[in-house]
């Protein structure tokens, strides 16, 4: 990724101030650390150890925490264990040198830390995992104090990255509630496919913006990044306690009928129904609106596609019920 487009994906808008918290028994790393985001709107915390730490995380709202993992006294995963209770929200990551990455792996995988950067970082890495983590940061803690009103809204801010999705959770919203009458679900499981329509792509806040409005097909390190948004909005729906449907849409709605989606290639009736559901809407939503690389199609055209895929990309039970209401006009 060029200068550019890192510098694009630094340009997190920032309502209010919020604070980095960076742990290292160097102060001279921690000197250096300071002057990386001096021009940056984010007030940077630092401490010396794992316990001068903890007594800024007691006292103070902190969005990031970024600690060394070799420390005397209390080492970055006991800090950041601790750091987990004391701010459940606070994103956290861990700096770590080449012949210890197996550790950070390993918190990784327990839950306990976001991402490592291995020491010495690079100046344009460090800098986009700290802002990613301030993004994710903002939008568990929206998704967690919204209410309705405000998940539509957020789910329109994100829209706002990519310039040709204009109205597209709405849409699939609509498509995918009329489904889930014709099946007879229940209230509560309507609520959860509404609020999982508006939120299926907002793991897309971490995909550059370049990707997103990239004029023309995408490369295979391209399609990579954006193929991790299902990944990375699932993460941000549990963070923020949303129901197991809403995650299972934000996390499935890529997966195809006959196993060949993503992200991890379920089957047929393995994947959730509620995600099944909005794979359709979405799915027709996309052929019937403009994209960068096309064209929009005409309403017939994008009906022969879903024929065409009934067991391929889509449930053959759920593309038939959606046909049939395009056919009734039932959908706009």
């Not at 950070?104 to 950067?117: D, T």
């Not at 344009?124 to 903002?138: A, T």
């Not at 990239?214 to 490369?219: A, N, V």
């Not at 923020?240 to 993503?262: C, M, R």
Request: with cysteine; glycine share 6%.
């Amino acid at each position: 990724m060029n200068g550019s487009s890192i510098e694009q994906d630094q340009s997190v808008s920032m309502d209010e101030t919020v604070t980095v918290l960076f742990v290292d028994d160097e102060q001279n790393i921690l000197n250096a650390i300071k002057r990386l985001f001096i021009e940056d709107d984010i007030e940077i915390l630092t401490a010396t150890s794992g316990h001068e730490a903890l007594d800024i995380l007691k006292n103070n709202d902190i969005s990031v925490i970024v600690s060394d993992n070799l420390m005397p006294g209390m080492n970055g995963i006991e800090f950041l264990l601790k750091a987990k209770v004391l701010s459940p929200d606070a994103v956290r990551i861990m700096l770590t040198g080449c012949n210890d990455i197996q550790s950070a792996i390993n918190a990784i995988n327990r839950g306990e830390v976001y991402k490592f950067i291995t020491k010495p970082w690079d100046n344009d890495e460090l800098r986009n995992v700290v802002f990613e983590g301030v993004k994710r940061h903002r939008m568990v803690q929206s998704i967690m104090h919204a209410d309705e009103y405000a998940l539509c809204s957020l789910a329109q801010t994100i829209e706002l990255k990519d310039a040709y999705t204009k109205g597209h959770c709405d849409r699939v919203e609509e498509y995918a509630l009329a489904i889930a009458d014709v099946l007879g679900l229940d209230d509560t499981l309507k609520e959860y496919i509404k609020q999982g329509s508006w939120l299926h792509d907002c793991g897309k806040i971490g995909v550059p913006e370049a990707i997103l409005n990239y004029d023309g097909p995408l490369s295979a390190e391209q399609m990579d990044v954006v193929k991790k948004h299902p990944c990375w909005g699932a993460d941000v729906a549990r963070s923020a306690h949303l129901s197991k449907p809403v995650v299972n849409i934000i996390l499935y709605h890529h997966e195809h009928f006959d196993g060949t989606g993503y992200p991890i290639g379920l089957k047929g009736e393995d994947i959730p129904l509620e995600a099944r559901i909005v794979n359709v809407a979405d799915i027709f939503d996309a052929l019937t609106s403009e994209r960068p690389y096309r064209r929009k199609m005409l309403r017939e055209k994008a009906i022969q596609i879903l024929i065409e895929n009934r067991g391929t990309y889509s449930d053959p039970k759920i593309i038939d019920i959606f046909i049939d209401l395009l056919k009734q006009e039932k959908i706009k």
